[in-house]
Every structure is written in structure tokens, then in C-alpha cells.
């Protein structure tokens, strides 16, 4: 997959996501790649993200009243969404074929995707609990 233009602002957000594990958002991602292109505005960050998604480069993870956050973990995973810090984490497990179920179960409806989020703790804020 070839990017339409491979710039060194693209580049450089597409690195910062991808080492990133914390599913990050723009702003974190500007002041990130800041670091590397320091002329870099925040503008040209959420139009690059833009491009980045609809490239297929990575997935957008929004949840009604807070930022978007980007993922470049492209493989079939859910999410857990922590409730104690608010960090997601990927969780690597078979998916069931919901879509499928849904479509038979309602033919009139056209169910283009689905969106699985577990909610709970991660480990940093589960072991706080046990401390």
C-alpha cells in the first residue's frame, strides 16, 4: 500500500502512531512529531491523520465527546476501554461473525460494520485497586 504522497510530514505522523500503544490522539500526535518536524501545524496533523484513514493506514477509534484517537494496529482486534484511566488497549482475540448474524436476522436493514468495546480496567489501574 503506497501512500499517494509520501511526505515527511506523513511520514513522520504515520511513525508516531505506529510506535505509539496508547492509541493516540492529535494533539499527543502533534506534540510528538513536533519533535521531528518542529515546523509542523496542527492542521497539517488532522489533515495527514485524514489522509491516513482514508488511505487505510489507520483506523479511527471515537467515542461520542472525546477527541479521536488512531490506531495503526490494522489486524481484527477489539478494544478494551479502561475506566480508570481512559487508556485502550488492544486485545487480540478470535471475532465471532456478528455481521453476518445481524444481516440475516434483519435483511431490510443494510449493517455495513460492527463495533465491539469492552469496558474495565487495565493492569496499571487494576493493580492500584489490589495496593
Known amino acids: ?28 500526535i502533534y506534540q510528538e512529531v ?16 485524514e489522509a491516513l484513514v482514508e488511505e487505510g493506514y489507520l483506523i479511527p477509534i471515537t467515542k461520542a465527546g472525546e477527541a479521536t484517537r488512531y490506531d ?6 477489539l478494544h478494551l ?4 484511566c481512559g487508556a485502550i488497549v488492544d486485545l487480540e482475540v478470535d471475532l465471532p461473525d456478528l455481521l453476518t448474524s445481524v444481516q440475516e436476522a434483519y435483511p431490510q436493514l443494510e449493517v455495513r460494520e460492527v463495533e465491539v ?3 474495565g480496567l487495565c493492569p496499571t489501574c487494576k493493580a492500584a485497586l489490589k495496593g
Not at 476501554?81 to 480508570?84: A, E, H, R, T
Request: hydrophobic share 40%; with cysteine.
Open 81 to 84: 476501554v479502561c475506566q480508570g
Open 34 to 49: 513536533r519533535k521531528v518536524v518542529p515546523k509542523v501545524s496542527l492542521g497539517t496533523i488532522y489533515r495527514t491523520l
Open 72 to 77: 495503526a494496529n490494522l489486524h481484527p482486534h
Open 1 to 28: 500500500m503506497a501512500l499517494k504522497r509520501l511526505t515527511r510530514q506523513r511520514k513522520a505522523v504515520l511513525e508516531v502512531v505506529k510506535r505509539a500503544h496508547n492509541h493516540p490522539d492529535a494533539a499527543w
Open 117 to 119: 468495546t469492552y469496558k
